[in-house]
């Protein structure tokens, strides 16, 4: 039997074993149904009840004096007015008879946009009287909230037109029913201050824009959307966790506690096949819920009509964009679903397992929820933070935002590399013996040092764990050091950053690996090679940069280059040329070449040899590799190099030869780029070429690269011999 | 059929390696009733999932119908049932979903398992609930379904670990019955017990455990004989106890 219809005999059953069950029903479908209209609903009732009780409930005023002293008499006159604006206008109807009423009171001319949109319908307005002694006793009124607001007519009200009414408004901001209060008031003197405005322009018979030379119409281009728009996404990752929390603990702690996992194991079945085939169906269960919740809150703002609560400026959910929002989600479900599958193995029993899960949604919650906080951007360190970013990058796209090719794929392939450590460290923690017949404490056989086996590799776990953790602290490093100077010093951020290589990339992982006993010969991959295998590449390193820039050319010719790209390949150069040679070279051919090809070839595609095919293998290690140089404009090139170094190392079982390529394409490229001059011996890209070298020296150089794969490929056979075995 | 040579394995405890099971060596053939008795924690689970191919040897070496154990574990399990008192069952599924998983696991195509499955609700009398689920079967249906389960690639040894711990007499006595017709049937059977009274009804040979050796093997007769008493309890204790004596010595010294 294939792996593939085992794979798929456990998935089958294991897909129907969950939805079979009540409790996954529930979580996955129910759940999300019901919440987000309750979500919304909630809030909008809320935000209507609240406005609407502060619209039409009696606005309660504190002023000086009784009922009938003369500022509530002031008052009741300002009431008086604005109730006759109410009389003109229409009462309660839609906007588009505002003009007509409008054309009544002012023939031939339009009054004032502002007050036009305001003047639509203007609620009725209550007011009851609180009276007081003094204006601080007002002011305690507001404070003690027996008062929305207090009003303070300082000479009475009157509307001859040489006199100005000063009026005082006491208010408490922090208390909504006062903001709210203070507001309407505000809104109910403008009107009648603007209706008193038109009839004396029109006793003068003055146009309208007499008083108003300005029409300013601004529109609000910010993104930052409502409440509820940051806070969906959050939700929406929150609910995809959920959705495989459950599913992860009946299909691992739990098969162990109901007792059918020895059962299971006593099948002719491999280990792997069923963490995998269980893996998947945790993840198509919490895909299939993110899919559900996303669905749910799309229909809930189409047909609730929440559009607004979502985004301003009245875009509401870019329904065509649901679709990448899912894809995004994917990856996303995936990795959830391998933590918590790997969190939950340990775990004997249900009750167990959920002890588990707590803190690891804790450790989520935290850049999620950082994430979710307005203020936090999609960019620089926020674009590799697990989980956050996935907050991030859903509210950009559920609001609409636009978002960038390189946000997308660096947020898309960080979550793959964790997904995929997470992945193996489910297969490795689910089949370990001691955590199947967990008759001992299972954690500790992982990390208690006395119970490890020596071996001579990394396990393919170990590696890739040790990656996915590099990955953002690298990032992290790199923004760092290169935030904490101006730009004039960007010469230090470089020494800095290529100075904390060694430490990033050889010194954790051989931590890592001399703590779990694994053999670091092994582990970097430095064993001798043979004479051959060093000619061929001295070979490729004379020849490959030649090969490298040739393509970056034809992809900028091709592709184009954004400025941006073009301006940061033009510092750098310049910053190049300031460092002395001797410092280029061991800086950004020597260092790079020994550090990388440690960890991406050595202790990475090492780690792959076993149970990895070649070619899948290579093809990993150099995404990887790709990946970690963060620049979008250069992956198709680091791409292409990691693979051929991958290739180089696979071949000759050592990443020595590797280290010789590397570090010649480096040095040549970065002096090429720094000293021209130097390198004027060359004939030099002829005028109209698009900076293409001449035919003669590509094709020579074609022809050493050549020469130097077929050096390296001849080394192997006698190398490769050990593996076939 | 099945031949156990020095097999040792240890756990790692705090503080060092514990050897749950000491250089076992014995020798079962085909179509033997093999019993291992011993007291709690003289390693049986252990020599039992060993032999499976569920764990691996820390050394020395089993074959169970001629396959490796640590290097063929898939084909060891491919002829192989193994029953405890504890195997659960998938309890949202149905006795018939049931086996025609588990026939599928062992490498039957579709249509393959569902014959199989059907042949075996038949056979052993499950048509009743055989389309209900597991969580809904009293335990005499259930232990029914396991047995089918174990049956399903109809496989030439069985190897059980305590089958009939804590079951009353009915299902006990279906557990036994099953013992009893798959000895007739020829297959090898290994089995672990608790009740003495049962391994002296069907074992053909009884082996002895204590601290992870075997301290004594033979038929029923030799081991009265060996030790002058008729009772298998009694043979049980003396053994014990005398098991006891041998490693106390043996366990200051290391
Ligand atoms: N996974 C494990 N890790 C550590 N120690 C173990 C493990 N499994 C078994 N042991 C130890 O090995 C010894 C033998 O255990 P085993 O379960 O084989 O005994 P047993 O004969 O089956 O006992 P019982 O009659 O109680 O079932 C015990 O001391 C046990 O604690
Ligand atoms: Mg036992």
């Known amino acids: ?725 | 059929m099945v031949v156990a040579d020095n097999l040792v394995k240890s756990f790692p405890v705090a503080g060092g390696q514990k050897r749950a099971v000491d250089g076992l060596s014995f020798r079962v053939a085909r179509g033997e009733i093999f019993g291992l008795l011993g007291p709690n924690g003289a390693g049986k689970t252990t020599t039992l999932r060993m032999l499976s191919g569920m764990i691996l040897p820390t050394s020395g070496s089993a074959r169970l119908a001629g396959y490796d154990v640590a290097t063929q574990p898939f084909e060891v399990k491919r002829v192989l049932g193994f029953l405890t008192a504890n195997t659960g069952l998938y309890l949202r599924l149905t006795p018939r979903e049931l086996l025609q998983y588990f026939a599928e696991l062992h490498g039957m195509d579709r249509p393959a398992a569902r014959r199989r499955a059907e042949h075996l609700v038949d056979w052993l009398d499950m048509r009743e609930f055989a389309d209900l689920r597991c969580g809904s079967l009293s335990t005499g249906q259930r232990q029914r379904v396991n047995i089918g389960r174990v049956l399903v690639a109809d496989p030439p040894v069985l190897v059980m670990d305590e089958p009939t711990l804590g079951l009353d007499v009915i299902s006990n006595r279906l557990i036994l019955d099953f013992i009893r017709r798959a000895g007739d049937e020829g297959k090898t059977i290994l089995l672990s017990t608790h009740y003495l009274d049962e391994a002296e009804m069907l074992c053909d040979r009884i082996g002895f455990l204590h601290h992870g050796r075997l301290i004594a093997e033979g038929t029923l007769e030799e081991l009265q004989r060996r030790t002058g008493l008729a009772r298998l309890s009694a043979i049980f204790l003396k053994l014990a106890a005398e098991g006891t004596e041998a490693a106390a010595p043996a366990g200051a010294g290391s």
């Open chain 1, 1 to 725: 039997m294939t792996f593939r219809r085992r794979v798929r005999t456990i998935y089958g059953k294991e897909l129907v074993d969950l939805l079979r069950d009540r409790r996954t029903l529930i979580a996955m479908i129910v759940v999300p149904i019901f919440l987000y209209p309750v979500l919304m609903l909630g809030s909008l009732q809320a935000i209507t009840v609240q406005t609407q009780a502060l619209g039409q409930r009696a606005i309660i005023v504190a002023g000086l004096g009784g009922a009938d002293g003369p500022q509530a008499e002031s008052l009741a006159h300002l009431q008086y007015e604005y109730d006759r604006i109410r009389a003109l206008e229409p009462s309660a109807t839609p906007a588009s008879k505002a003009p007509a009423a409008s054309s009544e009171s002012a023939p031939g001319d339009a009054p004032a946009a502002e007050v036009e949109d305001s003047a639509a319908s203007p609620p009725p307005l209550q007011l009851s009287w609180t009276p007081c002694a003094s204006v601080e006793e007002i002011e305690q009124c507001v404070r003690d909230r027996s008062a929305h607001v207090g009003v303070v007519f300082e000479e009475g009200l009157t509307f001859s037109p040489d006199r100005r009414n000063r009026i005082r408004i006491l208010y408490d901001r922090e208390e909504p029913r006062s903001a709210t209060a203070h507001a309407r008031l505000e809104d109910v003197i403008a009107r009648v201050a603007a209706r008193i405005n038109d009839e004396r322009r029109e006793a003068l018979r003055l146009p309208a824009t007499y008083f108003d030379p300005f029409e300013v119409t601004a529109t609000n281009l910010a993104s930052p959307s409502s409440i509820l728009g940051q806070i969906l996404p959050l939700i929406l990752v929150l609910m995809t966790i959920t959705g495989a929390i459950y599913p992860a603990i009946d299909i691992t702690a739990g098969e162990r506690e109901r007792g059918t996992l020895e059962t299971i194991l006593a099948c002719p079945v491999p280990v792997i096949d069923l963490i995998v085939g269980k893996f998947l169906v945790v993840a198509t269960i919490a895909i299939l819920g993110a899919a559900l919740n996303l669905g749910s809150v799309c229909a809930t703002v189409y047909f609730g009509g929440f559009n607004e609560l979502i985004a301003t400026a009245g875009q509401g959910i870019p329904y065509g964009q649901l679709a990448l929002i899912l894809l995004c989600l994917i990856p996303f479900a995936v990795l959830m679903s391998a933590i918590m599958m790997a969190v939950c193995s340990y775990a004997r029993t249900f009750k167990e397992a959920q002890n588990y899960v707590t803190p690891v949604i804790l450790a989520v919650l935290i850049p999620g929820g950082f994430a979710a906080l307005p203020a936090t951007e999609l960019r620089g360190m926020m674009l590799v933070v697990p989980v956050g970013n996935m907050v991030l990058l859903t509210r950009e796209l559920l609001i609409g935002a636009p978002v960038g090719t390189s946000e997308l794929l660096t947020v898309l392939l960080s979550t793959t590399l964790y997904a995929s450590a997470a992945v193996a460290v489910a297969a490795k923690v689910f089949g370990k013996e001691s955590v199947v017949f967990a008759d001992v404490e299972s954690l500790r056989s992982t990390f208690d040092r006395r119970l490890i086996q020596p071996s001579p590799r990394p396990s393919l776990t170990m590696a890739l764990v040790v990656t996915a953790v590099l990955f953002p602290a690298w990032f992290f490093l790199q923004s760092w050091l290169q935030s904490t100077r101006g730009a004039e010093n960007g010469l230090g951020a470089l020494r800095r950053t290529f100075a904390a290589m060694p430490v990033m990339f050889v010194a954790v992982p051989a931590l890592v690996a001399a703590y779990w006993k694994v053999d670091l010969r092994g582990a970097f991959g430095l064993g001798g090679a043979s004479v051959r295998a060093w000619a061929g590449a001295v070979l490729l390193g004379m020849s490959s940069w030649i090969v490298a820039r040739e393509m970056v050319v034809f992809q900028h010719n091709w592709f184009g280059m954004s400025d941006l790209a073009a301006d940061s390949a033009a510092a750098l150069e310049r910053l190049l040329r300031d460092l002395s040679p001797v410092e280029l070279v061991i800086l950004l051919g020597l260092i790079p070449a020994v550090c990388e090809e440690a960890l991406f070839r050595g202790f990475l595609l090492g780690a792959m040899r076993s149970g990895v095919r070649k070619m899948t293998a290579i093809a990993a290690s150099a995404a990887v590799f790709a990946v970690f140089h963060f620049i979008l404009a250069k992956l198709p090139v680091t791409f292409l190099l990691g693979a051929m170094l991958g290739w180089v190392c696979w071949t000759t079982r050592s990443i020595l030869p590797g280290v010789i390529v590397h570090f010649m394409h480096n040095t040549i490229l970065t002096l090429s780029a720094a000293h021209r001059e130097w390198f004027s011996f060359l004939p030099q890209p002829q005028e109209g070429a698009q900076d293409h070298l001449p035919a003669g020296v590509v094709l020579s150089a074609i022809a050493i690269f050549t020469a130097g794969c077929v050096l390296i490929g001849r080394s192997a056979p006698k190398a490769t011999g050990g593996s076939a075995a």
